[in-house]
């Protein structure tokens, strides 16, 4: 069965400095999507970054983007430049063909003035 | 459009008594997902349908749970009798079969008491 890891339950970074969350998952398949999802307080859950798992290429979303280590399943995320917008519950998640989304147990990550 | 539609966005409700949450997808969105989300446990897939047709129902915690899609723009999960372990935050996300980013609700915050 896949599953999602996210070892740091929480963590904090001062604004405009660079932070990275790491992820690892498990799977058998070669064919799958990765997704970095971001819950502020609102309880919306926003899309943040998409990596797809054939793509060497690692994604980038402006200020955000990942490390995708396809031998070592790990899937970290980079905030550069971190703004207080940033603080929020940040979920990894794996997904394979068209089928349910796993996510991790989130890192809740506070950006500081 | 205005996104997925969760209501209410709050319930609160007395042990044993039926609670009823609701979904409106996206127009156009064929999977539907219901999710709950708690500390212990994270994000959940409770069950997901296709087509209005439920897929995979085996993350429903048991028979007090049930969920229905009569069409296409709206889906309902049921609780009956509802009992205090089952307060969580449930989410529905919906997307379409030909990309892999769901769009999720606000979230309905249940809290049996």
């Known amino acids: 069965a896949q599953t999602v890891t996210q070892s740091q339950p929480e963590m904090s970074v001062q604004e405009a400095e660079t932070v990275t969350l790491s992820c690892t998952y498990d799977?058998?398949?070669?064919?799958?999507?990765l997704f970095w999802y971001k819950q502020p307080p609102s309880r919306q859950m926003i899309l943040v970054i998409r990596?797809?798992?054939?793509?060497?290429q690692n994604a980038t979303e402006n200020r955000f983007s990942v490390n995708f280590q396809k031998a070592a399943k790990s899937f970290s995320l980079k905030i550069s430049d971190s703004q207080l917008g940033d603080t929020a519950m940040y979920f990894c998640a794996f997904m394979q063909g068209t089928y349910k989304y796993i996510f991790g147990t989130g890192t809740r990550l506070k950006v500081l003035a | 459009d205005a996104g997925v539609i969760q209501s209410p966005r709050h319930e609160v409700t007395e042990m044993g008594q039926e609670v009823t949450l609701r979904c409106k997808p996206i127009s156009g969105h064929d999977y539907l997902f219901w999710y709950r989300q708690t500390m212990m446990r994270g994000l959940e897939l409770l069950i997901y349908?296709?087509?209005?047709?439920?897929?995979?129902d085996s993350g429903m915690p048991e028979d007090r749970f049930s969920a229905k899609m009569p069409n296409a723009s709206f889906s309902t999960l049921k609780i009956q009798p509802s009992e205090p372990r089952d307060s969580a935050v449930y989410f529905c996300a919906s997307r379409t079969g030909g990309h892999t980013e769901a769009f999720f609700g606000q979230g309905t915050r249940l809290t049996v008491v």
């Open positions: 990596q797809e798992a054939y793509k060497q």
């Open positions: 799977t058998s398949e070669s064919n799958y999507y």
């Open positions: 349908f296709n087509n209005n047709v439920p897929i995979d």
